[in-house]
């Protein structure tokens, strides 16, 4: 009987998703003779993801529309368990968080939650980079808002509140968070960002685009928090950059 399972919404994620699929492989095994499933979704991509997938033995499901939310719903009507974890594909779970997120959930303490995080390359003290990872970081904290590299959930709080909000093309995972709070305190669980083992996510964006356009994206929806419903704002998530670095 399946227990959990991890989802990763994968759009032309072929120069990393190999890896993310060898670590949570690598943590699921570890977690026998709790059984899961590893569901890629392949959000209609150009490349080789859907076949990078299937050979590292995930199962691959098809969304045409690309939209993250999307994506991440699809794979979420797919899965098998009782437990949802969300992961990016391009993010390592360390086995120690995969372990203490799963058994917070079967012993009932916990209903929801998600992981402060860091990135795979080192930033320079005192850089933008590095304040932009510390900052989402206490925000992640302060305000109990789930990073969209690692979500995890009970399926019926998931069921309860619709899943992801699909009138938005980023930023999916705050309201998220803000729905799976308030189911929370309704069910009588806690809705926890666990900290003593980040997850790792890929720096790449950072040097894919000026500090400029980074600080842009965060700022945008501070300002005009309808931006979100519209992709040419949020393609920030979406562009991948060509051979020459071009979008």
Sequence with gaps: MISYSV???????????????AEIRRAMDDLLPIDG?????DNNSVDRTPKIATDAGARVVFEPINQ??????????????KYLFFVDADTVVPFPLLKKSLSLMIAGEIGAGGSTLRFDSKLPEGSLDLFFAKFWNWVS???????????????EAFASIGGFSQKVFAGEEIFLSMDLKRWCRKSGYAFRILKCNPVVTSSRKLFWHSK??????????MIFP???????FCSFWYARPDANGRE
């Design 7 to 21: 989802i990763i919404p994968a759009y032309n994620e072929e120069a990393l998703l190999a890896e993310t699929i």
């Design 37 to 41: 499933e590893m569901i890629v979704v």
């Design 68 to 81: 993250i939310s999307r994506a991440r719903n699809a794979g979420a009507r797919e899965a098998k368990g």
């Design 141 to 155: 904290r302060s305000f109990r808002v789930a990073a969209g590299s690692f979500i995890f959930c009970r399926r």
């Design 212 to 221: 400029a356009r980074i600080f842009g994206v965060i700022l945008l929806p």
């Design 226 to 232: 309808f931006a979100l419903r519209s992709k040419r």
